[in-house]
């Protein structure tokens, strides 16, 4: 039975500030996914703040808000089979000093705040956070 989920996927601003993109997206393709939609762009911290609004009780939040909106994302939406966990197990620990080897946090991500990607953590979060950047 097919089972074909979309994802969303962002490159942060520290992996596209050190030419990261194709290395990353190439590890996207080389694990199944396909790149249904892209965009480049460049946040306003009011919209960080609204993408990141599940975590605004939290201390780092206005560190994160600022960090995201810091420089150019590449948006993407990743479809593959269980696309949600398989991104989420590719992207590796929210810190990169856990994150296994192979993952991109572990390969790419400098620091728990410039880990280099975002990742949907649920198929209803997915679906929100697509509607976020490609719904409007
Ligand atoms: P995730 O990106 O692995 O899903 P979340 O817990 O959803 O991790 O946190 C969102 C983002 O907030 C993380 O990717 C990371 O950049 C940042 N973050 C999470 N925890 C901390 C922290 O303890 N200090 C600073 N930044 C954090
Ligand atoms: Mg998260």
Redesign the pocket.
């Known amino acids: 039975m097919s089972n074909i989920e979309q994802t969303l996927s962002i490159i942060k601003p520290d992996a596209v500030e050190r030419e990261l993109e194709s290395q990353i997206k190439e590890k996207f393709k080389s694990n199944g996914f396909t790149i249904t939609k892209e965009k480049k762009l460049k946040l306003e911290k009011s919209d960080a703040e609204k993408f990141?609004k599940v975590?605004e009780t939290?201390p780092?939040y206005n560190?994160?808000c600022e960090y995201l909106s810091s420089g150019i994302i590449i948006v993407m939406v990743l479809e593959k089979e269980n696309a949600v966990k398989d991104n989420r197990d590719l992207?590796g620990?929210?810190d990169p000093k856990n994150a296994k080897d192979g993952t991109i946090r572990k390969l790419y991500g400098i620091s728990?705040?410039k880990?280099s990607v975002?990742?949907s953590?649920s198929i209803e979060n997915a679906k929100i956070e697509i509607d976020f950047f490609f719904n409007n």
């Open positions: 990141y975590h939290k780092f560190d994160l992207m620990a929210t728990i705040d880990n975002h990742g953590d």
